[in-house]
T-cell receptor
């Protein structure tokens, strides 16, 4: 089993749609969680951290479920510019600080 | 300049060549990283440096040799590479190794080994 597994995708949605991605992690002691966005042939960019209480940034909402060991990213009112690959990232325990594990990514295409 | 800067952006090298990738960050971060991204594969951590000391070598072959002269600069020296080493090499930095810090990535060097 992979340490971090994401929805395989791809997701093709019309503008204005709501789309959600899930990511599961295998290490129950994982401490911190992030979503990154990577455009084609570009570097990943931090989209948002994921907190236990859930957090929202405009049209984006991230949630963490420690009991079920998954995180999610919800995008409301999708824009064409949201088309990208979304990477789930999990940081391990304090003793392995700095060793983040990246998921394979979920590709989103928003169409007119 | 701001952020994380990587040079060169593209590199084509023969298997007998020696080249170096350079990374510089202007964010005042203490930790720097090298990642490899191959086609259809997730990012793979290669090396971690914290306060210019190497804290992680993720079983990387010795044909890749990192160097971190100070907290702002990171190099990856390459020699006798194989075609399967062709990939996007990404440098990243973070405030510290603390678990709550996300990364800032450079634009990467797209390496082709012929």
């Amino acid at each position: 089993r992979k340490e971090v597994e994401q929805d395989p995708g791809p997701f093709n949605v019309p503008e204005g749609a709501t789309v959600a991605f899930n990511c599961t992690y295998s290490n129950s002691a994982s401490q911190s969680f992030f979503w990154y966005r990577q455009d084609c042939r570009k570097e990943p960019k931090l989209l948002m951290s994921v907190y236990s209480s859930g957090n929202e940034d405009g049209r984006f909402t991230a949630q963490l479920n420690r009991a079920s060991q998954y995180i999610s990213l919800l995008i409301r009112d999708s824009k064409l510019s949201d088309s990208a690959t979304y990477l789930c990232v999990v940081n391990k325990t304090c003793t392995n600080a700095g060793k983040s594990t990246f998921g394979d990514g979920t590709t989103l295409t928003v169409k007119p | 300049e701001t952020g994380v800067t990587q040079t060169p952006r593209h590199l084509v090298m023969g298997m007998t060549n020696k080249k170096s990738l350079k990374c510089e960050q202007h964010l005042g971060h203490n930790a720097m990283y090298w990642y490899k991204q191959s086609a259809k594969k997730p990012l793979e951590l290669m090396f971690v440096y914290n306060f210019k000391e190497q804290t992680e070598n993720n079983s990387v072959p010795s044909r890749f040799s990192p160097e971190c002269p100070n907290s702002s600069h990171l190099f990856l020296h390459l020699h006798t590479l194989q075609p399967e080493d062709s990939a996007l090499y990404l440098c990243a930095s973070s405030q510290d190794l603390g678990r709550n810090y996300g990364y800032t990535f450079g634009s990467g060097t797209r390496l082709t080994v012929v």
